[in-house]
Antibody, heavy 118, light 107 residues
Framework: QLQLQESGPGLVKPSETLPLTCTVS??????????WGWIRQPPGQGLEWIAN???????DYNPSLKSRVTISVDASKNLFSLKLTSVTAADTAVYYC??????????WGQGVLVTVSS | DIQLTQSPSFLSASVGDRVTITCRAS??????LAWYQQKPGKAPNLLIY???TLQSGVPSRFSGSGSGTEFTLTISSLQPEDFATYYC?????????FGGGTKVEIK
């Protein structure tokens, strides 16, 4: 069974960079036509798609975050990563890594809560 | 961005009730719509994709319909484990977007 596991700091200071990693197990990140991505959910709020990437490259970003986000993939380690720069309190959220099958997200990590605070 | 409007945002229902949730898109999205269930403290779980296709392992009491701009999720007979928040999601255009959610609570 495919599993995704997020890792990253639980607390980040304002203006700093948030690094997140998603380790994929039970399947290869290089197989098939899947995309791999990130979705976030502020506490008590809805879901916001951040970015996705295919193992061969070609990332796509939400225009609302594009200037601050970088997504990358390391197929040799079977993981993908996200960096979000210049964070503010508005970036406080649970961050999920996901597998995108076609137009839907069929596997999700358990999520990691990231709080932006000094 | 395509806006998805779910209604109602909250509903109170009893075990055994038939429940219908609506999702309206700000422009046509063909059948590129999915539905998710989220329980407190957990990640969303895919229920329906391509508007009406049941994800493997999801009980048959869940069904989806619609195309274009109007979609529905129906639970034919609400079970105790179905009390949760439900989200629709479109991917006809980048960026993919989600509806605001419908919280289903016990009456």
């Amino acid at each position: 069974q495919l599993q995704l596991q997020e890792s990253g700091p639980g607390l980040v200071k304002p203006s700093e960079t948030l690094p997140l990693t998603c380790t994929v197990s039970g399947g290869s990140i290089s197989s098939g036509t899947y995309y791999w991505g990130w979705i976030r959910q502020p506490p008590g709020q809805g879901l916001e798609w951040i970015a996705n990437i295919h193992y061969s490259g070609s990332p796509d970003y939400n225009p609302s975050l594009k200037s601050r986000v970088t997504i990358s993939v390391d197929a040799s380690k079977n993981l993908f990563s996200l960096k979000l720069t210049s964070v503010t309190a508005a970036d406080t959220a649970v961050y999920y890594c996901v597998r995108q099958r076609r137009e839907e997200f069929d596997f999700w990590g358990q999520g990691v809560l990231v709080t932006v605070s000094s | 961005d395509i806006q998805l409007t779910q209604s109602p945002s909250f509903l109170s229902a009893s075990v055994g009730d038939r429940v219908t949730i609506t999702c309206r898109a700000s422009q046509g999205i063909s059948s590129y719509l999915a539905w998710y269930q989220q329980k407190p403290g957990k990640a969303p779980n895919l229920l329906i994709y391509a508007a009406s296709t049941l994800q493997s392992g999801v009980p048959s009491r869940f069904s989806g319909s619609g195309s274009g701009t109007e979609f529905t999720l129906t639970i034919s007979s609400l079970q105790p484990e179905d009390f949760a928040t439900y989200y629709c999601q479109q991917f006809n255009n980048y960026p993919p977007t989600f509806g605001g959610g419908t919280k289903v609570e016990i009456k």
